[in-house]
């Protein structure tokens, strides 16, 4: 199993940024895939970014060239750095880890951009 516990939403105006953070349980060469979701009200939950254990990142298109995926390894943690936020970017947001069939999802934190 792997719990995650995601920090870092808030209150941001158009443009501005943030840095979202999810600690896991376990260490995360040990996850297959660590990933963002976000899913804004009416929406269906989507993959914001996600990165697997080598090292490899996958963007959506919306987001790619403003967000970043990264991993601190040595604190278990992934980020998640959203520069050039815009409003269409308000969405709870998800922290994800894939583990060989099995899904784990964090509690979501919420990021609201708006003026």
């Known amino acids: 199993q792997v719990q995650l516990v995601e920090s870092g939403g808030g209150l941001v105006q158009p443009g501005g940024s943030l840095r979202l953070s999810c600690a896991a349980s376990?260490?995360?060469?040990?996850?297959?895939?660590m990933g963002w979701y976000r899913q804004a009200p009416g929406r269906q939950r989507e993959l914001v970014a996600d990165?697997?254990?080598?090292?490899?990142?996958e963007y959506a298109d919306s987001v790619k060239g403003r967000f970043t995926i990264s991993v601190d390894h040595t604190k278990n943690t992934v980020y998640l750095q959203m520069n050039s936020l815009k409003a269409e970017d308000t969405a709870v947001y998800f922290c994800?880890?894939?583990?060989?069939?099995?899904?784990?999802w964090g509690q979501g934190t919420q990021v609201t951009v708006s003026s």
């Open positions: 994800n880890a894939f583990v060989t069939g099995f899904r784990y």
């Open positions: 376990r260490s995360i060469f040990s996850i297959n895939v």
């Open positions: 990165i697997t254990n080598a090292g490899t990142t």
